[in-house]
């Protein structure tokens, strides 16, 4: 059973509605939805979806920050956990966490693998190792399977 994703509406950290399928559209898109709460999801998680920036070129990260009532993220506290200052990847808001129930997320950081097609290829939980692990794996079949 193949899952297509036909939208993913979220806020830019100028408060603006994006659809993230339209505006990524044609492109395998590696998702995280986080909390700056979650000190796995800052502490690991995000610096390692930058290290698959770096690694995966074909592939747009998006980290998508999954709202909570008193966890809400703004543009400057979601600045604020990067050591510069600035977002290295497209970021936006999750307001009342929609899109983490749209995906049934388990926690925080949620992965999300979709295809250029906009199939669900992926959704792993954690940033433990061998959610690392079954990351990097995931990554390399799809793109095995693209002829990029």
């Known amino acids: 059973m193949h899952s297509f994703v036909q939208s993913i509406p979220v806020l830019d950290l100028d408060g603006k509605a ?15 939805i ?9 502490g690991r998680a995000i610096p ?10 074909s592939i747009q990260v998006i980290g998508i920050h999954a709202d909570f009532v008193n966890r809400e993220g703004t543009k400057a506290n979601i600045k604020s956990i990067f050591t510069s200052g600035e ?3 497209p970021i936006y808001i999750d307001k009342h966490h929609k899109v983490f129930d749209q995906f049934n997320a388990e926690g925080t950081p949620q992965w999300l693998l979709i295809t250029e097609t906009g199939e669900l290829f992926r959704s792993i939980f954690g940033s433990q190792h061998n959610a690392q692990n079954r990351l990097f794996y995931a990554m390399e079949s799809l793109l095995a399977n693209t002829n990029n």
């Open 48 to 57: 390692l979806a930058y290290k698959f920036q770096q690694q995966y070129p």
């Open 87 to 89: 977002v290295p990847f």
């Open 34 to 42: 986080y909390n700056n709460d979650c000190l796995g999801c800052t």
């Open 18 to 32: 994006v659809d993230l399928i339209s505006t990524y559209k044609n492109k395998i898109l590696l998702l995280i």
